[in-house]
């Protein structure tokens, strides 16, 4: 016991009063953060390691079910549905991503200046974002309607024929595209509003008096100065495709002919309308891999351009 005290009172001698106001900011940073951190890890690292177990079982969720090792990974290979929704979700981030970039980028542009009435521009652009998608889902289901739609309505009125959209199973992921980079690119906008803001006007100034007009101004100063917002987005945007769920639900269900099915909405029907939770959560987490392999391959890319120094 005596040497216990000696040893608690030579290391308080050692202990100087800046070690002691870190411990104690520690001490109240993590007396804030700790009970949210527990909640996050509990609502997160648990259901990710349930799922994975649930992956190699039968179950229905009703019931726990059997275990059957690898066998819902080895029947994705032959699955048509799930081939049929790896294709859509591949179209739509092939559609979506390099327009989204490009697209935020030149409206950004466009918005950074000082002319009446900006803000309310810039808030045209942002207000399909932050709106709810189930909203937007309804309101461009009405739009799009073959039979009553607002778009078909313009085409007949102006001698057009009156297409299939949303019912085409040619037409309806086209569509649904539309309808996602509507709601999805105002943030990029902001983001990339929020980056040219802060280049320096000296350097655009120095470029204009060295005689560069506005195109070499824009690839040689702009682009180069946002190329770590772009990485950003565009690891946001595969994200974001990849989790592509709500607007499918609320518009198509994923016809028609599972035309408009993509993983995430295959996910939902396996484990909630088939009750073949352990198959679903093996097409969980076969996303999960891919969303992984997909965003370090970006990363690595982007550091080997240059884009992340």
């Known amino acids: ?16 009063p800046p070690d002691r106001r870190k411990l104690a900011d520690n001490i109240t940073g993590w007396t804030f953060a700790g009970p949210a951190t527990l909640i996050i890890l509990g609502f997160s690292l648990v259901p990710m390691a349930w799922a994975l177990a649930l992956s190699f079982t039968d ?22 549905v799930f081939h049929q929704a790896l294709r859509n979700t591949a179209l739509l981030l092939f559609l979506y991503l390099p327009a989204s970039l490009v697209a935020g980028l030149a409206v950004a542009v466009l918005l950074n200046r000082k ?25 461009m289901g009405y739009i799009f309607d073959r039979d009553f739609g607002l ?9 057009l024929p009156a297409q299939g959209l949303l019912s085409s199973p040619s037409q309806a992921m086209l569509v ?3 309808i996602f980079f509507w709601t999805r690119f105002g943030f990029s906008v902001v983001i990339y509003l929020a980056a040219l803001q802060e280049i320096s006007k000296e350097v655009v100034e120095a470029a204009a008096i060295d005689g560069a007009g506005r195109w070499a101004t824009f690839r040689h100063v702009i682009v180069p100065s946002v190329r770590h917002m772009t990485v950003f987005l565009a690891v946001w945007g595969m994200i974001d495709v990849l989790q592509f769920f709500d607007l499918v639900m609320t518009t198509t269900k994923g016809g028609p002919a599972n035309a408009t099915v993509t993983i995430v909405y295959y996910v939902w029907q396996l484990a909630f309308t088939y009750f073949t939770a352990g198959y679903g959560a093996a097409v969980a987490y076969v996303l999960f891999a891919g969303t992984l392999v997909l965003i370090v391959a970006g990363l690595l890319l982007a550091r080997r351009k240059g884009a992340m120094r």
Do not use: Q, W
């Open 1 to 16: 016991m005596t040497s216990t005290a000696t040893a608690l009172s030579r290391a308080s001698r050692h202990t100087t």
């Open 59 to 80: 179950s229905d969720l009703m019931s726990p079910g059997r275990n059957v090792g690898l066998e819902n990974y080895r029947a994705l290979v032959a699955d048509p």
């Open 115 to 139: 002319v009446r009435g900006i803000g309310f521009y810039r808030t045209c652009f942002l207000v399909p974002y932050v709106a709810s998608a189930t909203a937007a889902g309804l309101l």
């Open 151 to 159: 778009f078909n309505g313009m085409l007949v009125k102006l001698g």
């Open 176 to 178: 649904l595209t539309v």
